[in-house]
């Protein structure tokens, strides 16, 4: 007699999950996974961005507190706004070839494009108004490489981390009722942050050249250079300058432009130069802060000379759209453990992104 049939007509008397359910169930918590992962990759991009908990230090806090300092000046850079395009080339000896194998070392010449710049936010403000100096530079070499670097007219930074710097601009923003920084929250920050004291202790009696071309420029971060073995070391960098310094004049002070004006007028009689000086860390120097200048007796290497020979107003010339990140670098150089070179890198690049889109805008404003 027939064997009754099952009402699952296609069971088997001892039924088992087929094939195609168990790969499918299988398959369920791997494709859970993978759409997981962008969310998780933007969460962790909305975290370090602050999105989550507003009060985390950004790129936009840092750089909407300088636009609070000075005010918004659209499509200027948010600090070290006013200046002047320069070029020209480094000439390399090949000392420096011993501690970096950047090929920027290599005896020879590389082309440069650079700014000097006062610092501030203020496009239009007197070349006197401020004593803090800036000179930025871009290295291309024949190989492909590029080295970018902004180095200042000081001795040391006022702070040595992101956090202290923020507060710096937000002890210095202007009181509305006033229009000066209120001196109470500039003492305030002077507490909390006591290493910025020699900073301002040497602002105090700082006494500013008369022109840039006699001013000499500091890294004041320290990076990392690495040799044709792999080995590292400690460095930081200066431009020394091979012109001789006047103080700054009561005439110079009158005049809104006199840094551009001399500029100007020493290069159309002869090239400027600077040596690019490496000074090498001993163990115990701090690479982590800026606010320590390393001992005068540290060793030195003479890397060659930087000749300028040329000046652009900046709206036109060659560095306005040169953004002058200092992780920008070669084989052969880099970044240190210094927490202010990420956030600088960081800030430079939304400063970049903001001042370029304020120009496009205004371009399509103006039909062009």
């Known amino acids: 007699m027939p064997k009754p049939r099952s009402s699952l007509r296609d069971a088997p008397d001892n039924p088992k999950p087929s094939a195609s359910l168990s790969t499918r169930a299988a398959i369920w918590p791997r494709l859970a996974l993978v759409a997981l992962i962008p969310v998780v990759i933007c969460a962790l991009f909305a975290w370090a961005w602050g999105i989550f908990s507003p009060e985390r230090l950004s790129p936009d806090t840092l750089v909407n507190a300088l636009e609070k300092t000075g005010g918004v000046h659209p499509g200027y850079r948010r600090n070290h706004a006013k200046g002047i395009c320069v070029a020209g080339y480094f000439e390399a000896n090949g000392n420096a070839s011993t501690i970096s194998k950047a090929s920027v070392f290599r005896q020879g010449r590389t082309p440069v494009i650079g700014r ?58 202007p009181d509305p009722a ?21 900073f301002f202790s040497w602002v105090k009696q700082y006494v500013p050249t008369s022109s840039w071309a006699s001013d000499s420029f500091n890294s004041l971060n320290a990076f990392r250079f690495i040799d044709a073995q792999g080995t590292s070391h400690n460095v930081r960098w200066s ?25 100007q007028q020493r290069l159309s009689l002869a090239p400027l130069k600077w040596n690019l000086i490496i000074t090498l860390a001993d163990k115990n120097d701090l690479t982590t802060d800026a606010t320590k200048a390393w001992p005068d007796n540290r060793q030195k290497i003479n890397a060659g000379t930087l000749v300028l020979t040329s000046s652009q107003e900046q709206d036109v010339g060659h560095c306005r759209d040169i953004n002058y990140d200092p992780l920008v ?40």
Do not use: C
């Open 178 to 198: 006033t229009g000066k920084p209120d001196p109470a929250k500039m003492q305030a920050f002077l507490a909390a942050y006591p290493q910025a004291r020699p």
């Open 329 to 368: 670098l070669p084989n052969g150089i880099a970044g240190s453990d210094d927490p202010l070179l990420s956030a600088r890198s960081a800030a430079y690049s939304t400063s970049f992104n903001r001042r370029t889109h304020e120009e496009a805008q205004a371009h399509q404003g103006a039909g062009l």
């Open 116 to 173: 000097f710049a006062i610092a501030g936010d203020n496009p239009n403000a007197p070349d006197g108004a401020v004593p803090v100096r800036s000179l930025a530079l871009q290295f291309k070499t024949a190989d492909g490489q590029e080295w970018r670097t902004g180095m200042n007219a000081l001795p040391f930074f006022s702070v040595s981390t992101p956090q202290g710097f923020l507060a710096q601009q937000q002890a210095a923003q």
């Open 239 to 263: 431009m020394v300058t091979q012109t001789a310094a006047t103080p700054i004049s009561a005439a110079d002070k009158a005049n809104p432009l006199f840094l551009q004006h001399d500029l």
